[in-house]
């Protein structure tokens, strides 16, 4: 299966800190990807890189057979739709405004959206539990309701790959639940695949079928899910001790304290 996101031999740095070193990383349609690591790793920074928002020093990142420092910001928006990780409220925009302009990577150059896009954009609205908030101004909203309205233009973008950055900031319990949820349906298929940050093991171990750790001084760890879930493994990642506690419904993480 050919790979919707590579790296060959991507090596990154900030400041003294090496993020990673030599990383070879392959993202395959149907997969999910969570990209762990202690704060201040350089987890951003990645993502970033990835998502071709900042210029590769050491090594080369390809979406699909194309060398993303080769493509036009209105190209790679059309593979690659991003979540960052702090909310922008935007100029007095609206709900729906703000998420139809996640089609305009869709459209000719001068075009308006139509029909479709509309129905593209209302349908994630709908889904993202907003209806009723479609003609609020941003600057009405609480952080969990504007995380979601970000959450809904980046599925209304409609891209094969998907990248978060800390998507369940601001969420309650409830809404992440349902959020992590709508992203595995909308974002892990046979022609998608997603990668986000996040920080809570047990959503990472239940969202993802593949993890990427980041463990510092340049090391990486990336591969299935189940292979990486080791308490050695993490608590070196973290730089604190991590137990696993095994449940009917599957492991549990937590800090020892």
Known sequence: MSCLLRTRALSLQIADTQVCNDMQLCIEPGQSWALLGRNGIGKTTLLHHLAGLRANAGGQVFLGANDISGL?????????????????????????????????????????????????????????????????????LSGGE??????????????????????????????????????????????????MVIHDLNAAYRACNHWLILSGAGRWHAGPRDALADPALLTAAFGHPVQRIETDDGPLFQPHL
């Open 72 to 140: 036009q910001p209105r190209e790679r928006a059309r593979q690659v739709a991003v979540l960052l990780q702090h909310s922008n409220r935007g100029f007095g925009a609206s709900v729906l405004e703000t998420v139809l302009s996640g089609r305009h990577p869709h459209l000719e150059r001068l075009a308006w959206e139509d029909s479709d896009d509309l129905a593209i954009a209302e349908g994630c609205i709908a889904a993202c539990g907003l209806a009723t908030l479609s003609s609020r101004s941003l600057d009405t």
């Open 146 to 195: 504007l995380r979601r309205v970000e959450i809904a233009r980046l599925l209304t973008q409609q891209c094969p790959l998907a990248l978060l950055d800390e998507p369940l900031n601001h969420l309650d319990f409830g809404h992440q639940a349902a959020m992590l949820r709508l992203l595995g349906e909308h974002c892990v298929s046979a022609g998608r695949a997603m990668l």
